[in-house]
């Protein structure tokens, strides 16, 4: 089995706020998915979308409670083409109303960088050269 697309939903405050914190990362938005209660960011062109959806558009997916921005449910975490786009999401998020929840990491062969959005979800950025990886 093979997935060919994945859809991760995030509950949000504010729409459009959310809107403009990624589109000022870069990310185009799919319109067709976007309304006032929700905002589809293209992370990868027919294959990989962040669903933000208003709480309580978010809660009626779900008969369990919806995690609010103190806790922490999951970790995502994305791929970049180089450590310099590693840096640079992360201040561009940072610079927009974003925070940062640890120092960046330099592994060799991997170098990631970590930021939570305005609604408190973490985000994992990394570049990563499997090519680099030391022979055990």
Not at 73 to 84: D, P, W
């Amino acid at each position: 089995m093979e997935i060919n697309q994945i859809y991760v939903n995030l509950p949000v405050k504010d729409v459009q706020k959310t809107r403009e914190f990624w589109t000022k990362l870069g990310f185009s938005i799919n319109e067709q998915f976007s309304d006032e209660k929700a905002i589809c960011v293209i992370m990868k062109a027919d294959h990989i979308y962040t669903m933000f959806l208003t709480e309580e558009f978010f809660q009626t997916f779900t008969d369990r409670p919806v995690a609010k921005g103190e806790t922490t449910q999951t970790l995502i975490a994305i791929g970049v083409k180089s450590r310099e786009e590693v840096d640079q999401m992360v201040k561009i998020a940072i610079d927009n109303g974003g925070s940062t929840y640890s120092e960046p990491q330099d592994h060799g062969w991997m170098y990631q960088s970590t930021f939570s959005d305005l609604n408190g979800h973490q985000w994992e950025v990394m570049f990563a050269d499997a090519s680099q990886i030391p022979a055990e």
